[in-house]
C-alpha cells in the first residue's frame, strides 16, 4: 500500500492535530462556573466599597460603614465595575468550552417584534403587581430604591445611577442568568423549563435588599425574561426588557421621592 511507502505523500504529509470539539457546561460545571462568576461580580464591587471605606474620614465604626454601603455614588459605581469583572469571569469559562461567546451566551440582535412583545409583557406584568400593591395598601416602590436616589441626587451623582441601573445592572445580570446559566442548564436534565426557574431564583437572590413581596415581583420578572431567552434565543433581548424595565422603576420612584 501507498501509506506505507515512505516516500508516499501520504507518509510525507504533516499530522493534523486533532481539535477538540466546542462543548457546553452541563449543570454542575456551570453552577461552578456561576459561583465564579458571582464572586467575580462581588469583588468588582467591592473593589469600590472598599476604596470609599478608606477614604471615609473619621473613625470607621459600623455607622460610618452603613453609610458608605448606602450611598448613591458608592452603589453606582460599585455597581458599574461589576460589569467588566463579569465580562472577564465569563470570557475565562467560555473560553475554555471553545464555543464562540457571543454563540455560547445568545448575543443575537432581537427583531423589532420580540422587543414589542416582551415589552408588552413586561408592561401587563408589572401593570399588574401595581394594581396588588395599591389593593394591599404597599408602596409602589421599595424603600431601598427611595433612599439610593435620594442619596444619588445628594451627591450630584443621579446620572451615574441612571447608567448603573439601568445599562451596567442588566448587562452584568442577564449575561449571567439568562446567557451562561440558562445556556448550560437548559441543556442538562433540567431541560428549559428546570432552567428558567432555576436562573430565575438564582437571580432572585442577588436582590437580597428587598423584602418578601419585592421578591415575588422580581422571580415573575426573572420567569418572563426566562421565557423570553427560550422563545427568541436572544439575551440582548432580555438585557433590553430588564434596562427597561429598571428605567421606569428609577422613573416612577424619582416621582415619588419628588412628590413627598
Same mark, same amino acid.
Given at each position: 500500500?501507498?501509506?506505507?511507502?515512505?516516500?508516499?505523500?501520504?507518509?510525507?504529509?504533516?499530522?493534523?492535530?486533532?481539535?477538540? *470539539?466546542?462543548?457546553?457546561?452541563?449543570?454542575?460545571?456551570?453552577?461552578?462556573?456561576?459561583?465564579?462568576?458571582?464572586?467575580?461580580?462581588?469583588?468588582?464591587?467591592?473593589?469600590?466599597?472598599?476604596?470609599?471605606?478608606?477614604?471615609?474620614?473619621?473613625?470607621?465604626?459600623?455607622? *460610618?460603614?452603613?453609610? +458608605?454601603?448606602?450611598?448613591?455614588?458608592?452603589?453606582?459605581?460599585?455597581?458599574?465595575?461589576?460589569?467588566?469583572?463579569?465580562?472577564?469571569?465569563? &470570557?475565562?469559562?467560555? /473560553?475554555?468550552? /471553545?464555543?464562540?461567546?457571543?454563540?455560547?451566551?445568545?448575543? /443575537?440582535?432581537?427583531?423589532? /417584534?420580540?422587543?414589542?412583545?416582551?415589552?408588552?409583557?413586561?408592561?401587563?406584568?408589572?401593570?399588574?403587581?401595581?394594581?396588588?400593591?395599591?389593593?394591599?395598601?404597599?408602596?409602589?416602590?421599595?424603600?431601598?430604591?427611595?433612599?439610593?436616589?435620594?442619596?444619588?441626587?445628594?451627591?450630584?451623582?443621579? &446620572?451615574?445611577? +441612571?447608567?448603573?441601573?439601568?445599562?451596567?445592572?442588566?448587562?452584568?445580570?442577564?449575561?449571567?442568568?439568562?446567557? @451562561?446559566?440558562?445556556?448550560?442548564?437548559?441543556?442538562?436534565?433540567?431541560?428549559?423549563?428546570?432552567?428558567?426557574?432555576? *436562573?430565575?431564583?438564582?437571580?432572585?437572590?442577588?436582590?437580597?435588599?428587598?423584602? &418578601?413581596? @419585592?421578591?415575588?415581583?422580581?422571580?415573575?420578572?426573572?420567569?418572563?425574561?426566562?421565557?423570553?431567552?427560550?422563545?427568541?434565543?436572544?439575551?440582548?433581548?432580555?438585557?433590553?426588557?430588564?434596562?427597561?424595565?429598571?428605567?421606569?422603576?428609577?422613573?416612577?420612584?424619582?416621582?415619588?421621592?419628588?412628590?413627598?
Amino acid at each position: 500500500m501507498d501509506s506505507l511507502d515512505p516516500a508516499s505523500p501520504a507518509a510525507l504529509a504533516p499530522a493534523v492535530p486533532l481539535q477538540r *470539539s466546542p462543548r457546553i457546561w452541563k449543570f454542575w460545571g456551570t453552577a461552578l462556573w456561576g459561583l465564579v462568576v458571582f464572586g467575580a461580580m462581588f469583588a468588582g464591587q467591592m473593589a469600590v466599597v472598599t476604596w470609599f471605606m478608606i477614604r471615609q474620614e473619621g473613625p470607621l465604626d459600623l455607622g *460610618s460603614a452603613i453609610h +458608605v454601603l448606602g450611598g448613591g455614588l458608592t452603589i453606582s459605581l460599585s455597581v458599574i465595575t461589576g460589569l467588566p469583572a463579569v465580562l472577564a469571569a465569563l &470570557w475565562l469559562a467560555i /473560553r475554555l468550552s /471553545r464555543t464562540p461567546f457571543a454563540d455560547y451566551l445568545a448575543l /443575537r440582535w432581537p427583531s423589532w /417584534r420580540s422587543i414589542a412583545i416582551g415589552v408588552g409583557a413586561l408592561i401587563v406584568l408589572v401593570g399588574g403587581w401595581e394594581v396588588l400593591s395599591r389593593v394591599t395598601g404597599r408602596e409602589s416602590a421599595p424603600g431601598f430604591m427611595m433612599d439610593v436616589l435620594t442619596s444619588a441626587r445628594a451627591d450630584g451623582a443621579l &446620572w451615574l445611577l +441612571v447608567m448603573a441601573f439601568c445599562v451596567a445592572a442588566p448587562m452584568s445580570e442577564e449575561l449571567f442568568a439568562r446567557g @451562561f446559566l440558562y445556556r448550560g442548564w437548559s441543556e442538562s436534565f433540567l431541560r428549559p423549563a428546570g432552567a428558567i426557574v432555576l *436562573s430565575s431564583l438564582v437571580w432572585t437572590a442577588l436582590h437580597l435588599q428587598y423584602d &418578601w413581596y @419585592f421578591f415575588g415581583e422580581v422571580f415573575s420578572i426573572g420567569l418572563l425574561l426566562g421565557c423570553l431567552r427560550y422563545r427568541f434565543n436572544s439575551t440582548w433581548l432580555t438585557i433590553i426588557v430588564h434596562g427597561l424595565n429598571n428605567l421606569a422603576a428609577v422613573v416612577q420612584t424619582f416621582l415619588l421621592v419628588g412628590a413627598s
